[in-house]
């Protein structure tokens, strides 16, 4: 018991992103709309120039007729959702299918902020509709730690399970993953000594990917694999840091 309440205290006290991202995950890509350094690099100072945002601006229909179709779908306007998310901390990992499933299972990851921030409030609205349109009698309120989580089936019949952890939202394809992303003591991805935040990163593990896959990729594929050079790695990372005025 004591082990678990220094593990927790220990968690609480150096949440990060990754704090919440089981050790398992074969693909984790993240995305800092809240880097501190973003704004002072060529890329951003390019975004921001008068000739690049009139040139953006020549999209603005085509992006307009894509949000107003994908709002059609889900049935609520998006557009201030991704406004607020692309201030935040954001990241999403893959890892091994559901029994039930082929595809990986997903776990959504945001630093959205408390009480009434931005963000936080749009991610609220959003997880009340998802619930609203949940299958009938699947919404559950269940008790993970110290906190409130709720789980159901949505429409199309998938699972899905939220908590809000201090400013953290995490979402996951069901509760048991959602319980292995909020327990402390469940192994997790382990952060390089010294790495620093990044504006994106992509990580992938190797090793992760054929524990997940390995029964499903054929002899073909593995040559292939090992042909461009995959085979021998363990894992391999992306990153964009901003370096004083440079990306």
Request: charged residues 25%; negative net charge; aromatic residues 8%.
């Amino acid at each position: 018991l004591a082990a678990f309440v220094g593990s927790a205290a220990a968690f609480a006290a150096e949440r990060t992103l990754s704090s919440y991202v089981p050790a398992n995950a074969w693909l984790v890509v993240s995305y800092d709309g809240a880097h501190p350094g973003f704004a002072d690099t060529p890329l951003a100072r390019f975004l921001a120039e008068p000739e690049v945002q009139d040139a953006l601006k020549q999209w603005q229909p085509l992006l307009d007729k894509a949000f107003a179709e994908a709002n059609r779908d889900a049935g609520f306007d998006a557009t201030p959702v991704l406004r607020a998310a692309s201030g935040c901390e954001m990241a999403l990992a893959f890892l091994a299918p559901l029994p039930e499933n082929d595809h990986p299972a997903g776990l959504f990851l945001a630093r959205v902020g408390a009480g009434e921030a931005a963000a936080r409030q749009h991610a609220e609205k959003l997880m009340k509709l998802m619930v609203g349109k949940a299958k009938p009698d699947t919404v559950r309120q269940v008790q993970i730690g110290e906190l409130q989580a709720t789980c159901f089936i949505e429409d199309g019949g998938a699972p899905s399970a939220f908590a809000f952890d201090g400013q953290f939202f995490v979402h996951a394809e069901g509760e048991e993953l959602l319980r292995r992303a909020l327990d402390p003591a469940a192994p997790k991805m382990a952060a390089r000594p010294g790495e620093e935040r990044a504006v994106f990163r992509i990580r992938y593990d190797h090793p992760a990917m054929l524990e997940a896959f390995g029964a499903k990729v054929g002899p073909e594929a593995k040559r292939v694999l090992d042909a461009i050079g995959v085979g021998g790695v363990a894992a391999a990372e992306l990153s964009l840091l901003p370096r004083g005025k440079r990306l």
